[in-house]
């Protein structure tokens, strides 16, 4: 089954460049948004923090009030 599936994406790739070309622009956005995301969660996470009257410890990654 492995090797069916293998073989029916390259003769796809292969017969259509444009499919390729989406392909790989869905990926790299993909990748784009998860890392945005990840670098972005401590942003959130220290503002939603200082927002509500706290202090955010940055050691122990937790808002102490």
Known sequence: ???FLRTFVASAFAKN????LIFVSILLLVVVIG????KNSEFIKVDTCLDSGGRFNYEQGLCEY
């Open 1 to 3: 089954m492995n090797k």
């Open 17 to 20: 460049h444009r499919l390729k």
């Open 35 to 38: 890392l945005t995301a990840l």
